[in-house]
Nanobody, 120 residues
């Protein structure tokens, strides 16, 4: 079983930066792709960024965050990160970490989320 705990959220002014962290319990060998999603008030949860496992990890970003956000992972620390720069008020949301199981097909894990609020 994998548990994910997000941290790093908070209140920031537009144009500012935050770095979110997602700490995983258990073995990283049991985790495949990882990702960040967000859910704004009254809206559906949406994909922000994903990163594959392995030494040459591939990343993917939502168009709305390309060039501003960077996803990374440190398997030794069992942690994934989301560096968010040039934040906009529309980035305000609860950000969730997701990890796909490498052992059980179709199984994924979610953290409880961390709130990011961007003031104008």
């Amino acid at each position: 079983q994998v548990q994910l705990v997000e941290s790093g959220g908070g209140l920031v002014q537009a144009g500012g930066s935050l770095r979110l962290s997602c700490a995983a319990s258990g073995s990283m060998l049991s985790i495949n792709n990882m990702g960040w999603y967000r859910q704004a008030p009254g809206k559906q949860r949406e994909l922000v960024a994903t990163i594959t496992s392995g030494a040459n990890a591939l990343t993917n970003y939502a168009d709305s965050v390309k060039g501003r956000f960077t996803i990374s992972r440190d398997n030794a620390k069992k942690t994934a990160y989301l560096q968010m720069n040039s934040l906009k008020p529309e980035d305000t949301a609860v950000y969730y970490c997701n990890a796909a199981s490498a052992l059980i097909y179709g199984q994924s894990y979610w953290g409880k989320g961390t709130l990011v609020t961007v003031s104008s």
